[in-house]
């Protein structure tokens, strides 16, 4: 048991004579981790799973890093599994001799087919047991089951269920189904990586138990590492090899960014206006760029001329924007083996020649389009060059990376532009820059400094680009993206529908989602009736262990994490219910939303992507009252 306090990556490794690590041993850790409570406890589980892996069988290490996020490839590649229920209940009834009718009762009863596999496979007898599935052989069916179609599926299905033991079936059949459920998200894994890592380098100089405690420095410092490297080649494919042959010191240089695999964006903070930029900027060169509304999309093009584009959310949207493709030769100046372009896709109304609003791109279709069935044209309005044949320019200043965009690439009216961009120290300027840019349809502005703290700061939301939105006189400056996790059934003419909802934003370092406000304003009843359609699927039977909220808010049907939703609210106050961001400003309150009121759907961002615990506490702490409330407090100390 990988959960036990004595527990020894080497010696309790029972597959060690075979060196192949049986799926047994995963499932184990699984169940154990969905019966744990704390996140340390669970990173504690899985680094010594994984730290045993790692000694007794390490090629085992990708699968089981893939398995334990339920992806069979880089999450860019979006190889997904998602496989229809009632295919895996006629395999289950198939391999058991259950009926349907039984199967789809007890799923109904227990909301998880897993639970249901597992039982109804342990109660079975067998004439003769089939051989024990090594996690390889189980990771490789899936890979082969995700991309056939038809009844093969269900066979390979069948084939692979028949010979699960006890927890095997659960964990299987929830794999196939698209959701794990034991709550380890991505921050969570590489912590586990890492920590497997340095209980692995010191297992002969320290007892395992105490490996934790007495190098929590280095774990801090490998695992920070391991995000960083992760944050410019998200593949562990890559990654994983890399850390078993190499010093975690190189491990950046040994996985550079390339072409074809996104890099987490560098993001902005929020200002509530002029004045504040200039208080963070004061004399450092800066340059104003429109902020456009659109999508964002980082493009790439490898040594084959091969282009992708991914969205802020490192997904895959190149099938999305065929006739981008299509014309991405024309805005090259000269030859150029290699790229990668940040820029921001907006809606263009071809004959006026100018911007449309977001709304309009939002209703392009996502997947598999048609390039002679395009209704709605777009432009790209460049804003930044992170990569030119076969160079990293993440570590050059803004300054130099804008001026080999430049030299590399020239604007193709009404299909690619560079941002309109201002430099310039000038308050009044800037003001004015603003005011041009809500004419242009834009949203308002990002400021960004030019030559010192200039660099490309990859997944960090960074204080070297402010937005400055348009309506930046509101108290909050900005709106938020929360994530749905409950909702309340509608009264009156909301008969039917939900009426309102529990928001939540995430804690990215707890890895949980916490209360903020409940919703009920902002919606037409169209609206009402798109979100009950849509959220009437992921109703779930209870609150999952990771969400942190109020009993007296309990709603009428909980939902697993599946939307984000941008919201706008009057201001941002302490709360003896809610529990975002509690322990950050306040030890025992969390902070709420007042007036809260629904603007749109936030497609291009996962709920691990909404508005997290720290943003929340930011937004709070630089409200006006609330600043002036802080220095009157520290006069009077
Ligand atoms: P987050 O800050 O979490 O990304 P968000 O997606 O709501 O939240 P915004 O508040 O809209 O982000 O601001 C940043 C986004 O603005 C970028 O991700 C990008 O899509 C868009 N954008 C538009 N024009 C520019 C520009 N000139 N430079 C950088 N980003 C721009």
Not at 143 to 170: H, N, P, W
Not at 241 to 252: C, R, S, T, V
Not at 304 to 321: D, H, L, P, V, W
Request: charged letters at 25%.
């Amino acid at each position: 048991d990988p959960s036990n306090e004595s527990y020894h990556p080497l010696k309790n490794a029972y597959w060690a004579a075979k060196a192949v690590t049986p799926y047994l041993a995963l499932a184990r850790t699984f169940q154990v981790i969905e019966e744990t409570k704390g996140r340390l406890k669970m990173i504690d589980t899985l680094s010594n799973f994984f730290c045993s892996v790692m000694l007794v069988s390490p090629s085992d290490l990708v699968p089981s890093v893939y398995l334990s996020i339920n992806q069979l490839a880089p999450a860019y590649e979006g190889l997904e599994l998602g496989v229809a229920e009632t295919t895996l209940m006629k395999a289950i009834c198939k391999a058991t001799g259950r009926n349907l009718a039984h199967i789809k009762s007890q799923t109904h009863l227990t909301g998880d087919l897993g639970i249901v596999a597992e039982q109804s496979r342990v109660s079975q007898r067998m004439m003769f047991q089939p051989a024990p599935l090594n996690i390889r052989g189980v990771f490789n069916k899936l890979r082969e089951i995700a991309k056939i179609s038809g009844q093969t599926k269900m066979t390979l299905v069948y084939d692979v269920f028949v010979a699960c033991r006890s927890s095997e079936a659960r964990f299987f059949i929830r794999s196939l189904i698209g959701k794990l459920r034991i709550g380890i998200a991505e921050q969570s894994l590489l912590t586990a990586l890492a920590t497997a890592l340095v209980k692995k380098n010191h297992i002969n100089d320290c007892k395992p138990s105490k490996i934790v405690d007495v190098y929590k420095d280095e774990i801090a410092e490998t695992t920070l590492l391991l995000k960083t490297a992760y944050s410019q080649c998200p593949n562990y494919d890559i990654i994983i090899p890399a850390i078993l042959k190499y010093d975690i010191k190189e491990l950046q240089e040994r996985c550079p960014m390339h072409p074809g695999m996104p890099l987490r964006p560098m993001l902005a903070q929020p200002t509530k206006g002029v004045h504040e930029v200039f208080e963070r900027f004061g004399s450092m060169h800066i340059t104003c760029e429109w902020k456009y509304d659109g999508e964002r999309a980082q493009i790439h093009c490898n040594e084959q001329g091969e282009i992708s584009i991914f969205s802020r959310n490192s997904e895959n949207n190149t099938a999305k924007y065929p006739d981008l493709i299509a014309r991405s030769k024309g805005f090259l100046k000269g030859p150029v083996q290699s790229y990668i372009i940040d820029s921001e896709i907006v809606a263009w109304d071809v004959e006026r020649k100018q911007i449309l609003p977001f709304q309009v791109l939002s209703t392009r279709k996502r997947k598999n389009v048609d390039i002679e069935e395009i209704k709605v044209q777009v432009c790209v309005y460049i804003f930044d060059l992170l990569y030119i044949n076969g160079k990293t320019l993440v570590t050059s200043p803004l300054a130099e990376r804008r001026k080999l965009l430049l030299e590399h690439f020239q604007e193709v009216e009404g299909e690619w532009k560079f941002a309109t961009a201002l430099d310039t120290n000038d308050m009044d300027e800037v003001q004015q820059f603003l005011e041009e840019s809500v004419k242009g349809n834009c949203e308002g502005l990002m400021v960004k400094t030019l030559d010192e703290e200039a660099t490309y700061e990859i997944a960090k939301r960074s204080r070297n680009w402010l937005k400055l939105k348009k309506d930046y006189l509101s108290n909050v400056g900005d709106s938020l993206d929360l994530v749905v996790i409950g909702g309340y059934k509608g009264k009156g003419r909301r008969t039917g529908t939900y009426g309102g909802f529990l928001l939540a934003c995430y804690d990215t370092e707890n890895e949980e989602y916490q209360s903020i406000c409940k919703i009920g304003t902002g919606f037409t009843d169209e609206d009402l009736r798109i979100h009950s359609e849509f959220l009437g699927k992921h109703v779930i039977p209870s609150a999952k262990s990771y969400f942190r909220y109020d009993s007296s808010l309990e709603p009428d049907h909980w939902f697993e994490p599946a939307q984000v939703w941008e919201v706008k609210c009057a201001d941002l106050s302490l709360s003896p219910i809610h529990r975002a961001a509690i322990g950050i400003v306040d030890t025992e309150r969390g902070i709420s939303l007042r007036f809260p009121r629904f603007i749109r759907i936030r497609d291009d961002k996962s709920c691990e992507n909404a508005t997290d615990a720290h943003q929340v506490a930011n937004m709070y702490q630089s409200q006006d009252q609330v600043k002036n409330n802080q220095k009157t407090c520290t006069q009077m100390d």
